[in-house]
Structure formats: C-alpha cells, structure tokens
C-alpha cells in the first residue's frame, strides 16, 4: 500500500535582483531534498490556485505549488 503526503509551496518566484535567481531556485528545489527523508519519495509537482476572498466580491487568486511525496507502508499499518 502506498500513503501521500502533499506539501505547499508558494508558486510564483518573485525575484528582484538577478544574482539572487539562483539562491531562490536553490532554495525552491530544497523542499524536496528535507522532505525526502524515512522512505518518502518525490513523486511529481502540482500547481494549485486558490481564490481568495477579500471581502464583498473582491477576490484575490495565488499561486501555489503542491510537492506530492510517496511512501510504501507495509499492510497493516
């Protein structure tokens, strides 16, 4: 049997300066290497927008990411 585990993650870089590009990318990628610990494996990523309400009808729309990890759990557990 297999378990997931989802982990957000903001989805738009904003990037000011362009020697910070790759420490953003860096730091973007990191995600996967702390999550990928006691037999969780990268899987894939997802984008995700979410709606959000302001108030009345203002609404505002974000991005995200969905880092989607996989782990084989022994039956029975």
Do not use: H, R, S
């Amino acid at each position: 049997m297999k378990t997931y585990k989802v982990v957000p993650y903001a989805g738009t870089l904003v990037i000011n300066k362009k020697d910070v590009v790759q420490q953003k990318i860096v730091a973007y990628f990191d995600v996967i290497n702390q999550e990928c610990v006691d037999g969780w494996e990268f899987l894939t990523l997802a984008p995700v927008n979410v709606t959000v309400k302001e108030g009345g009808l203002k609404t505002k729309n974000e991005a995200y990411n969905a880092f989607i990890f996989v782990k084989d759990v022994p039956d029975g557990e």
